[in-house]
Each structure stands twice: as structure tokens, then as C-alpha cells.
């Protein structure tokens, strides 16, 4: 399937899909922790997981992110958050990135990313 033109919809829920691809882009729907009993590095690293998983799908990587939202339950969790997030990011390919203070859907989730991404 060519996936640098048209539309792609993937994991279809009857709420939302994990992600759409058009003309080359990736969009990602809020990814958020399976298990959230863990702390603020725990829930990033398996967030994280889940946007690796997603772009390897789409046949692109974390070094092809334009852009990514992360929402934090909690300002206090910033340095946990980003910890993990320093040793995540691609080196030498940081997107531009925005993280604010959200009140997230489910109390118990610390932090919700949104990436946009390309194939390249």
C-alpha cells in the first residue's frame, strides 16, 4: 500500500482511529498509558512505546516527527516526564514540542502525546 498519497485511516474505533496518514503525513490520535498504577516515567516510556509502534507501522521512525503536544496531568511530573523523553528523542532531531497542564480524560493517566509525523 503506497502511504505517501491519499487517505489512511488505521485501528478504526467507532470514536476515533490511532492514526490517519495523508500525502506523506502521519497524524496520531492522544496516546496514552495501558498501565496507569506506574509513576510519570513509567507511563512517558510506554507512551513513547506506543508512538514508536504506531510510526514503525506507518514505515517512518521518531526521527521524522514535526511536531508533538504533550499533555500533563500535572505540571510537577515536567522533569520525570522529560527524563525519559531526552533519552527517547531522536539526537540531533528534536521536533518543536509544546507541554502544558491538561485535566486528561481518565484521573489516573499523568500524560497524553499527540505526534505529527512523515514519510519519508
Known sequence: MNLSHGLHRFHVGDRLSEMAI??????LAGQVPNDATQDIRGQTTQVLAMVDKLLTEAGTDRAHILMCQIYLADMADFAGMNDIWDDWVAPGDAPPRATVQAKL???EWKI???VTACIV
Request: hydrophobic share 40%; aromatic share 16%.
Open 22 to 27: 495523508f500525502n506523506g503525513t502521519i497524524y
Open 112 to 114: 497524553e502525546v499527540v
Open 105 to 107: 480524560a481518565k484521573p
